[in-house]
């Protein structure tokens, strides 16, 4: 099993829709976790952290759920600039300090 | 302030030969990791330096790839006897502590003939 696990997608979506995207980690003493965005033939970049109590930044929102080992980002009123791979992060954690990135997961939105 | 820079953008090399790729991480990060990346598909992480801790070198694929990092700064990851397998694009990245979110650079565009 994979340590940090995505639907590969694509999603398509039209503009204004929501849509969300779970990423599941296998390592149950996972202590941080990330959400960034690759856009295409460009490096990642941090989109936003997700603290436990869930964290919401503009129309994005992330949480965490402990207990089924996942995490999801949520995106409201989809813009054709949301376009990219998203990345599920994580931090192991446990002396592991390396951050685990998941495959990604690519969301398409069209007008 | 400036970011993690890489040189060069782009490198095509023939089969056989030994490349250098550079990376320039953010200044006081001590952290600093490489990562491939092939086409349409996800990072792959080869090594991470933390300060003068030795070197993670869990995640490069033969002896055919090194690192180096000099003076906790600048690091250079050298691929010997390049194979077509090597194409990909690989990106650097840095943090101020490993826990801490990452940095990544543009990252280098490696084709090999």
């Known amino acids: 099993r994979k340590e940090v696990e995505q639907d590969p997608g694509p999603f398509n979506v039209p503009e204004g829709a929501t849509v969300a995207f779970n990423c599941t980690y296998s390592n149950s003493a996972s202590q941080s976790f990330f959400w960034y965005r690759q856009d295409c033939r460009k490096e990642p970049k941090l989109l936003m952290s997700?603290?436990?109590s869930g964290n919401e930044d503009g129309r994005f929102t992330a949480q965490l759920n402990r207990a089924s080992q996942y995490i999801s980002l949520l995106i409201r009123d989809s813009k054709l600039s949301d376009s990219a791979t998203y990345l599920c992060v994580v931090l192991p954690g446990g002396g592991y300090n390396k951050l685990i990135f998941g495959a990604g997961t690519r969301l398409a939105v069209h007008p | 302030g400036a970011g993690v820079s890489q040189s060069p953008s782009n490198k095509v090399t023939e089969k056989g030969k030994d490349v250098e790729l550079r990376c320039d991480p953010i200044s006081g990060h001590t952290a600093l990791y490489w990562y491939r990346q092939s086409l349409g598909q996800g990072l792959e992480f080869l090594i991470y330096?933390?300060?003068?801790?030795?070197?993670?070198k869990s995640g490069l694929p033969s002896d055919r790839f090194s690192a180096e990092r000099t003076g906790g700064s600048v690091s250079t990851l050298t691929i010997q006897r390049t194979q077509q397998e090597d194409s990909a694009v690989y990106l650097c990245a840095s943090s101020p502590i490993p826990t801490d979110t990452q940095y990544f650079g543009p990252g280098t565009r490696l084709t090999v003939l």
């Open positions: 330096f933390q300060g003068n801790s030795a070197p993670d």
């Open positions: 997700v603290y436990s």
